[in-house]
Each structure stands twice: as C-alpha cells, then as structure tokens.
C-alpha cells in the first residue's frame, strides 16, 4: 500500500486543521494506520493509530482528548482531526501503515514499513 499524507499548512494557535492520509491499493483489515510526528531535531513521536476493521482507536499520551483519528474506507482515507493547536504541535506529520500489529507495538515506529512522505504544520503563536 502506498501513502500520501497532506493537509498540513500555517495555523495560529488555538486552532483547527485536519490532515489526510490517502491509500493507494488493498488495505488489508488486519492493518493499522498511524500518525507520527516529527519537531526540528527532535525524535519521531506517535500521535495515534486506528485500525483499518470495525473499532480500536488509539492515542499517545500528549495528544489524547486534542486530536482525533477516523477513517473513510469508501475513500481509502484516515483523517487526523487537530483542535486547539499549540505552537508544540509544529512538526512534520507523517501516516504510516502495517499489519498485524498489537496495541502495545502500535506506538513504535520501527513496526511500521510503509510510510507517506509526510506534511507540514506550522503553528504560530
């Protein structure tokens, strides 16, 4: 499956914005599709994964209760809802995909081996 994230753009804080990651080929249900994001030098952070099958959604720690993860299967698509943006959410927001992942493995972007290239948010203060 190939990936394509975007959306991003310039957002003041306190703000909304909502990104998009759309599939190109089979989507297989046992798949998970993530978020990641990634601050000037700063490690790739898990923002939150959903599975591609009825129901499991879930969330890293700083973003839970601000941003939320769906999905549109006629659409191949899973869209990240950003609310109340801060000035720490600026980053480069990667999709990423894999299969038969646990939740306990879901948080670790070495499980994942299909990536889109990624999407710029910008949040000025």
């Known amino acids: 499956v190939q990936l394509q994230a975007y959306g991003g753009g310039l957002v003041q804080a306190g703000g909304s914005l909502r990104l998009s990651c759309a599939a190109s080929?089979?989507?297989?249900?046992?798949?998970?599709i993530a978020w990641f994001r990634q601050a000037p030098g700063k490690e790739r952070e898990y923002v939150g994964a959903i599975r591609w099958n009825a129901g499991g959604t879930y969330y890293g720690g700083s973003m839970k209760g601000r941003f939320s993860i769906s999905k549109d299967k006629a659409k191949n698509t899973v869209y990240l809802q950003m609310n109340s943006l801060k000035p720490e959410d600026t980053a480069v927001y990667y999709c990423?995909?894999?299969?038969?992942?646990?939740?306990?493995?879901?948080?670790?972007?070495?499980?994942?081996?299909?990536w889109g290239q990624g999407t710029l948010v910008t949040v000025s203060s």
């Open positions: 080929g089979y989507i297989f249900n046992s798949y998970a």
């Open positions: 990423a995909a894999a299969d038969r992942l646990i939740v306990s493995s879901m948080n670790n972007a070495r499980n994942y081996n299909n």
